[in-house]
Each structure stands twice: as structure tokens, then as C-alpha cells.
């Protein structure tokens, strides 16, 4: 069982920078592919980013590659992302997402989601 909590949403100006963490519970994050998805209001979930567990390379989708980053911290169970050059459109709640295997996760069919933190981007 892997429970999962993302924090650092908030309203930011566009083209500024927000950082998100995803805590994870468990002691077995590590063997865990990792993701990030958001929803804006009245549009579907959408796929952001995902990384494995070993932290190789990195999956991303293009509406924020060269602006977000995603990256893993093994020792402290955390997954964050650096989310840099933010524009209005960025502008949704974001989950954090995991699952064994990281091409589940991209499919968005990952086992285990957080709540989900809001991000505001004003324009």
C-alpha cells in the first residue's frame, strides 16, 4: 500500500516558477515509477510527466517539455516537480501517481493517487 501526498500548489504569475512535492508513505517507494497528472476544470486528466523508479529517463508530455522537470529523491520518498516559465493554460489540480511499472503510470492507469494540489497561474 502506497499513500500519497502532494503539497507547494499555489498562485503564481506567468512565466514564474512553482516547485511540487509528492510524499510517499511506504517503505517500498523506491521499486515505485512515479507521475504527475492534472485536470483543469472542465477538461479530462492529462498526463504531465513520469519518471521510474530508478530515476532514468524521464517521460514528459509536450505541452511542458524544456519548461517542467521531474525528479525523485529515493531516501526521503519524495517526487517533485520543478515547474518553470508557467502560463496561464498550466492552470489545474495536480496529482501525483504511482505504480510498478512507469509506462502504467504514462497510461494514466497508475494503482495509487494523491488528492491532488492546485496550481493557479495568473495571467
Known sequence: QVQLVESGGGLVQAGGSLRLSCAASGRTFSSYAMGWFRQAPGK???????ISWSGGIPYYA????GRFTISRDNAKNTVYLQMNSLKHEDTAVY???ADKHVRTVVAGSAEYWGQGT???VSS
Not at 479530462?44 to 513520469?50: I, K, M, N, P, T
Not at 509536450?62 to 517539455?65: E, L, N, P, Q
Open 44 to 50: 479530462e486528466r492529462e498526463f504531465v510527466a513520469a
Open 62 to 65: 509536450d505541452s511542458v517539455k
Open 95 to 97: 496529482y501525483c501517481a
Open 118 to 120: 492546485q496550481v493557479t
